[in-house]
């Protein structure tokens, strides 16, 4: 069987330094390790639409603005393929068949749904669209035979939704569709990123994010407003790490040679983490020196950004031509799908020949 990845993001802005450590950059190792057949990753459109279908245009000008963040990242256009999800119109058709093996209730009791419905206050009245989310999801993930999905933590209820609907399905109607399995980042830091705020999640929405796009001096503004320890006030004071975005943000990206480079009085985080519990370290110092591997990090990411926005026609280019072989794949899928379901009627040669042959006798 071919290893296949399967991964996205929602075009609702641009991408931030949460995507990066969540996804982003372990999606860039997987691609460049050379482990995988093929990789999709997808600018799910259509997903962002179930609940910003009264504002399309937002959708519409974001999906540059992500295309530009994954490029920036180091997805290669060579390597993977990089699509829109509306130009795949086989996805919409796979959701409608699994409807009818997924239940309100089923849908009801999804954390993630539940909490996203939450965070929206859809309480009172769910877009249709956005309820069967897992639905979708589980049509773009079947469509290309994926076997990993690399996602963050918070996807995990909607990747065992996928799994029912796969077994289901293979159960019903004969082993057609592959399981897929989540692939977490190996850094728990990089599970949940909080905000710069100390929100529990970074988000567009709550605008605590720190964005990839961002130049030098507003990445370094950010980080130096970053929530820390409220209690710390003196630089004598002992310190908090639970709960303080700043150590959280170094446990996300720094390494040994960050401390070489930038914090040579420290061999690791380890030593820094002890200093600043004890008293005697200020809030200043560590901040400065989170900007510091932060700039490291994203530095590379401005430049080659930078590039690509000089030829747009070219990443619209590498969308289209991705979004033809996203389709090619995902029709191969759907004719499957319709084969065991058997509702292929015209290819079905023996049900023509039977009802032939059925109705000559007569």
Same mark, same amino acid.
């Given at each position: 069987?071919?290893?296949?990845?399967?991964?996205?993001?929602?075009?609702?802005?641009?991408?931030?330094?949460? !995507?990066?450590?969540?996804?982003?950059?372990?999606?860039?190792?997987?691609?460049?390790?050379?482990?995988?057949?093929?990789?999709?990753?997808?600018?799910?459109?259509?997903?962002?639409?179930?609940?910003?279908?009264?504002?399309?245009?937002?959708?519409?000008?974001?999906?540059?603005?992500?295309?530009?963040?994954?490029?920036?990242?180091?997805?290669?256009?060579?390597?993977?393929?990089?699509?829109?999800?509306?130009?795949?119109?086989?996805?919409? /058709?796979?959701?409608?068949?699994?409807?009818?093996?997924?239940?309100?209730?089923?849908?009801?009791?999804?954390?993630?749904?539940?909490?996203?419905?939450?965070?929206?206050?859809?309480?009172?009245?769910?877009?249709?669209?956005?309820?069967?989310?897992?639905?979708?999801?589980?049509?773009?993930?079947?469509?290309?035979?994926?076997?990993?999905?690399?996602?963050? =933590?918070?996807?995990?209820?909607?990747?065992?939704?996928?799994? =029912?609907?796969?077994?289901?399905?293979?159960? &019903?109607?004969?082993?057609?569709?592959?399981?897929?399995?989540?692939?977490?980042?190996?850094?728990?830091?990089?599970?949940?990123?909080?905000?710069?705020?100390?929100?529990?999640?970074?988000?567009?929405?709550?605008?605590?994010?720190?964005?990839?796009? =961002?130049?030098?001096? /507003?990445?370094?503004?950010?980080?130096?407003?970053?929530?820390?320890?409220? =209690? !710390?006030?003196?630089?004598?004071?002992?310190?908090?790490?639970?709960?303080?975005? &700043?150590?959280?943000?170094?446990?996300?990206?720094?390494?040994? /040679? !960050?401390?070489?480079?930038?914090?040579?009085?420290?061999?690791?985080?380890?030593?820094?983490?002890?200093?600043?519990?004890?008293?005697?370290?200020?809030?200043?110092?560590?901040?400065?020196?989170?900007?510091?591997?932060?700039?490291?990090?994203? %530095?590379?990411?401005?430049?080659?950004?930078?590039?690509?926005?000089?030829?747009?026609?070219?990443?619209? %280019?590498?969308?289209?031509?991705?979004?033809? &072989?996203?389709?090619?794949?995902?029709?191969?899928?759907?004719?499957?799908?319709?084969?065991?379901?058997?509702?292929?009627?015209?290819?079905?040669?023996?049900?023509?020949?039977? !009802?032939?042959?059925?109705?000559?006798?007569?």
């Amino acid at each position: 069987m071919e290893k296949i990845i399967l991964t996205g993001d929602r075009p609702t802005g641009k991408l931030h330094v949460g !995507h990066y450590v969540g996804s982003l950059k372990r999606r860039v190792q997987l691609q460049n390790s050379g482990e995988y057949d093929k990789i999709f990753i997808m600018i799910a459109d259509a997903q962002a639409l179930t609940d910003n279908a009264d504002n399309p245009e937002k959708i519409r000008q974001n999906i540059i603005e992500v295309a530009l963040d994954y490029l920036s990242c180091g997805l290669d256009p060579e390597k993977t393929t990089i699509f829109i999800q509306s130009q795949v119109p086989e996805l919409c /058709e796979l959701s409608f068949y699994y409807m009818n093996l997924v239940t309100v209730s089923r849908l009801q009791r999804n954390p993630t749904v539940k909490s996203e419905i939450q965070m929206r206050n859809f309480e009172t009245s769910i877009p249709v669209g956005f309820f069967t989310y897992p639905i979708s999801q589980a049509s773009d993930i079947t469509a290309f035979k994926a076997t990993t999905v690399p996602v963050g =933590e918070d996807q995990l209820p909607m990747l065992e939704q996928t799994k =029912e609907i796969v077994r289901r399905f293979n159960a &019903v109607y004969g082993e057609t569709l592959v399981e897929p399995e989540i692939l977490l980042p190996d850094n728990k830091a990089c599970l949940r990123l909080p905000g710069i705020d100390g929100k529990a999640k970074m988000s567009k929405s709550l605008g605590n994010c720190i964005y990839l796009s =961002e130049d030098a001096e /507003e990445v370094r503004k950010k980080v130096m407003s970053m929530y820390t320890d409220p =209690e !710390h006030i003196k630089v004598s004071d002992p310190g908090k790490i639970e709960g303080n975005t &700043v150590f959280t943000y170094l446990d996300a990206f720094c390494t040994d /040679e !960050h401390f070489k480079k930038y914090l040579p009085e420290y061999n690791n985080l380890d030593e820094l983490k002890a200093h600043y519990q004890r008293g005697g370290l200020g809030d200043v110092k560590v901040k400065k020196f989170l900007n510091s591997v932060l700039q490291e990090e994203l %530095e590379p990411i401005r430049a080659r950004r930078k590039e690509y926005e000089k030829d747009i026609a070219y990443v619209y %280019e590498i969308l289209k031509k991705g979004s033809e &072989v996203a389709q090619a794949k995902a029709a191969q899928t759907l004719a499957e799908v319709k084969a065991a379901m058997k509702i292929n009627y015209f290819e079905d040669k023996d049900l023509i020949a039977e !009802h032939i042959k059925k109705y000559s006798e007569k």
